[in-house]
């Protein structure tokens, strides 16, 4: 949950430093634990000196689509945010496996539905990877 820095040696044998940052923890699956979500990814990516305007709004719709269609009864989700290189990855990790996140033009009418058409317009890019059964994560990357 903290700053860690690597030196990687290059090509040349000069030595190239570079930061790997990370923050991880796991919420209820649950509105308040989408709210705490956001909250907290804001003021983590705060204390990094990164922009967070998009990146929250991203954790904010990840972690919503989280609880309203990854919950299972007793069984938590988990944030991760890092930073590699010139890279912000986000991360929501849910344990329902079975349902995959696909964008889709919901009716004008219809109050949700358009989380993930702000994912897609809000990130450079984001994608859904199968974990070990019954997790799947949802990820999104910034490029900084």
């Known amino acids: 949950m903290g700053d860690v ?3 990687s040696p290059t090509e040349s044998g ?11 923890l796991r919420l209820s699956p649950t509105a308040r634990g989408a709210r705490l979500a956001r909250l907290l990814a804001a003021e983590q990516l705060r204390s990094w000196g990164l922009p967070s305007d998009r990146a929250t709004q991203v954790v904010a719709e990840l ?17 991760l ?7 912000l990855r986000i991360e929501v ?3 329902r496996d079975d349902l995959h996140p ?16 702000l994912v897609d ?9 199968p974990g070990p059964p019954p997790r799947k994560t949802v990820w999104a990357e910034f490029d900084l």
């Open 93 to 95: 990790t849910d344990t």
């Open 102 to 117: 696909a964008p889709r033009l919901p009716s004008p009418d219809t109050e949700s539905g358009r989380g993930l058409l």
């Open 5 to 7: 820095k690597q030196n």
């Open 63 to 79: 972690s919503a689509n989280a609880v309203t269609h990854g919950r299972v009864p007793g069984r938590d989700f988990r944030l």
């Open 121 to 129: 317009a809000l990130a450079d890019r984001w994608g859904v990877t």
């Open 81 to 87: 945010l890092y930073v590699v290189g010139g890279t």
């Open 14 to 24: 000069a030595e190239l430093a570079f930061q790997v940052r990370n923050f991880s």
